[in-house]
Nanobody
Framework: QVQLVESGGGLVQAGGSLRLSCAPSGRTFTSYAVGWFRQAPGQERTFVAAISGGSYYEHSTYYSDSVKGRFTISRDNAKNTVYLQMNSLKPEDTAVYYC???????????????WGQGTQVTVSS
């Protein structure tokens, strides 16, 4: 039923920080890339950040222009978890955040096969 599980969402003031976590349900991560997407009320789901499968010692990351320099995606293989550290949060960051897993990653949600149910992030002004 649930392929990935997100956690760490909540309410934070503008300028604050929040860390989201993503872990597979009942399995370990594949070698696929993991991406974060978000969907604000009345808007389409958009790309936030992605990290390659990589190895234990290296990875590649990519960020949307709107979050670059503020958000950091990382992977902890020992904990079987991918994180999204969000700093300097803005009200426009308010959305439901989803993590996803796919063979090639990228910015298109169609490239991802496995999804979580999302976690709400609300940033007050």
């Amino acid at each position: 039923q649930v392929q990935l599980v997100e956690s760490g969402g909540g309410l934070v003031q503008a300028g604050g920080s929040l860390r989201l976590s993503c872990a597979p349900s009942g399995r370990t991560f594949t070698s696929y890339a993991v991406g974060w997407f978000r969907q604000a009320p009345g808007q389409e789901r958009t790309f936030v950040a992605a990290i390659s499968g990589g190895s234990y010692y290296e990875h590649s990351t990519y960020y949307s222009d709107s979050v670059k320099g503020r958000f950091t995606i990382s992977r902890d293989n020992a904990k079987n978890t991918v994180y999204l550290q969000m700093n300097s949060l803005k009200p426009e960051d308010t959305a439901v955040y989803y993590c996803a897993e796919g063979p090639n990653g990228g910015v298109a949600d169609l490239n991802y096969d496995y999804w979580g149910q999302g976690t709400q992030v609300t940033v007050s002004s």
